[in-house]
């Protein structure tokens, strides 16, 4: 069975802090590996689709990594507007390609 | 670009009554719509996947007779849920993803909060 562990669970910056986000992931075939922004009440927001090792993508202040067992979304000087959860989620190979989903991160950044 | 809107986004309903929840995908055509349940503090629940013309998937654990699952067209996924209880009372989610052009990411909707008196 596919497995998501993020970690840490919630974490705390102040403004300009600069830190990571960590996803580790069990599965067979990877697919993809998805990342996403939730903010309270509201549907998650896709930021990106990682596929292979050592692949990297960024979106303004977010990065996010692929390694064979783990993926890190970077954040970069963060600010107050990034608090929000994130999650990871990666595609199981399997005939109707569902995505298992971790608990994600709570991300806040204070001002 | 892939926009998926769902209505209504909040609704509160008396308990055995049902209520339906609408899922539509708005600038594409989703080949595939996913059904997802989320309490507070955890994270998303895959109930079903479905699949426009064909019978839904539902995950281990959830009644398919409770919660039906109708994927009409390739724009629309309806979930319905019947005789609803307060322990039915959550934020349900729909995402849709089209495989047409080989991408996997699915885009969701803003949820639909349901509550049950």
């Known amino acids: 069975e596919d497995q998501v562990t993020q970690s840490p669970e919630a974490l705390r910056l102040q403004e300009g802090e600069s830190s990571s986000l960590n996803c580790s992931y069990t599965?067979?075939?990877?697919?993809?590996l998805f990342w996403y922004r939730q903010d309270p009440g509201k549907g998650p927001e896709f930021l990106f689709t990682?596929?292979?090792a050592g692949e990297e993508k960024e979106k303004e202040r977010l990065k996010a990594t692929l390694t064979k067992k783990e993926s890190f979304l970077h954040i970069t000087a963060p600010k107050p507007e990034d608090s929000a959860t994130y999650l990871c989620a990666v595609q199981d190979p399997g005939g109707y390609q569902k995505v298992t989903f971790g608990i994600g991160t709570k991300l806040q950044v204070i001002p | 670009g892939a926009v998926v809107s769902q209505h209504p986004s909040w609704v509160i309903c008396k308990s055995g009554t049902s209520v339906k929840i609408e899922c539509r995908s708005l600038?594409?055509?989703?080949?595939?719509m996913f059904w997802y349940r989320q309490f507070p503090k955890q994270s998303l629940m895959l109930m079903a996947t479905?699949?426009?013309?064909?019978?839904?998937?539902?995950e281990q654990g959830v009644e398919k007779d409770k919660f039906l699952i109708n994927h009409a067209s390739l724009t629309l996924s309806t979930l319905t849920v019947t005789s609803a209880h307060p322990e039915d009372s959550s934020f349900y989610i729909c995402?849709?993803?089209?495989?047409?052009?080989?991408?996997?990411?699915?885009?969701f909707g803003p949820g639909t909060r349901l509550t049950v008196t």
């Open positions: 600038d594409f055509q989703a080949t595939t």
């Open positions: 599965v067979s075939g990877l697919r993809g």
């Open positions: 990682l596929y292979s």
């Open positions: 479905s699949n426009e013309g064909s019978k839904a998937t539902y």
């Open positions: 995402s849709a993803r089209d495989l047409s052009g080989g991408v996997y990411e699915q885009y």
